[in-house]
């Protein structure tokens, strides 16, 4: 093979690479050229169905896509948040998770199928639903430490209604048992709706609900709220304290939303999602939208501040679930 042949060769094949090259930071700066699904881990029309649904409409501006909302409920969301950690990581498969599933079941359950530290890349932590703890009007409390006072002088006669086994509801009690070292008893129900009818007829004490939920039974006087169930008072019901600032310092029973990806999506992929979504949130109909739905926006939206959000709520929920000895299955 004579000199001039093996230079021609060697351009030929340094240009081919190059283009090799050039094609493929082509293809991964069009992310994305087709739907991203958004899975809901949960049946459609609850409150996190419509929160996705939301979000959904105003990310195809951001994405230049539309984005598909799917609901795959079942076992408190581990069904949609496995089949995500399971999922191809291109950016095209993406959980709307909550507490649930991204913090609390991994110790609920003994045979979850995925880890909600390692299986995922996180994007975004779009904010917190507060709970309110409420009372039926006959409870002799009108403040957090009346209602403690009164549960140490009558232990296992107050009860508190949950929307079922494992739920933040349900650990909102434990939690606050657990801290005021009372004894009110768990009657768990089959959602919140059964859970609230049986408060408001009396069969029941208490409850730790979502404000939204909650907030016209209060206005109404059909049930009296005690104290709100997260770190800060809520802009719904500013002058009613946390149960923090009423003796039990730390408590904290929000439930969180966040959106992850499975664990090896790029992480080209990952900022221009969190671009995206924080974006979306920042527009004033999607903040106006949540705002009605009580959402508290997350301050710190970053992708590494969601995984240390995540790590820091399994370390939490799992001590209380073991000490408590709970387990679903």
Do not use: C
């Not at 304290?241 to 992850?260: K, N, R, W």
């Amino acid at each position: 093979m004579t000199q001039p042949l093996i230079h021609r060769i060697a351009r030929l094949g340094a240009a081919m690479l190059l283009g090799a090259g050039l094609l493929a930071g082509t293809a991964q700066a069009e992310y994305p050229d087709r739907p991203v699904t958004l899975i809901v881990p949960f049946p459609p029309g609850g409150p996190t169905d419509a929160m996705a649904r939301r979000l959904a409409e105003g990310l195809k501006a951001e994405l230049g896509q539309t984005v598909l909302v799917e609901n795959r409920g079942g076992a408190g969301g581990n069904i949609g948040a496995e089949y995500v950690s399971r999922a191809k990581g291109d950016g095209y498969t993406l959980l709307f998770g909550t507490s649930g599933p991204l913090a609390i079941n991994v110790s609920l359950y003994r045979n979850q199928g995925y880890d909600p530290r390692a299986s995922f890349a996180p994007i975004v932590r779009i904010g917190h639903l507060p709970n309110i703890l409420v009372v039926h009007p006959s409870v002799q409390a009108n403040n957090v430490q009346e209602l403690i006072a009164y549960a140490k002088a009558h232990p296992d006669q107050l009860s508190y209604a949950s929307s079922g086994n494992g739920a933040s509801s349900h650990l909102a009690g434990v939690l606050f048992n657990r801290m005021a070292d009372t004894r009110i008893l768990h009657v768990p129900y089959k959602g919140t709706g059964p859970a609230l009818n049986d408060l408001l007829g009396g069969q029941v004490s208490m409850s730790f609900t979502d404000i939204l939920t909650a907030l016209p039974l209060v206005q109404s006087g059909r049930l009296r709220a005690l104290g709100l169930a997260s770190a800060d008072r809520s802009s719904a019901l500013p002058e009613l304290p946390t149960i923090a600032e009423q003796g039990l310092p730390g408590y904290d029973v929000s439930v969180f939303f966040g959106i992850v990806a499975p664990k090896d999506t790029p992480p080209a992929v990952v900022d221009k999602l969190n671009r995206a979504f924080v974006a979306t949130l920042d527009s004033p109909a999607v903040r106006d939208t949540l705002a009605k739905q009580g959402i508290v926006p997350a301050t710190d939206r970053t992708p590494a501040a969601l995984g240390q959000f995540i790590d820091a709520e399994v370390d939490k929920w799992g001590k209380v679930i073991r000490d408590a000895n709970i387990k679903i299955d």
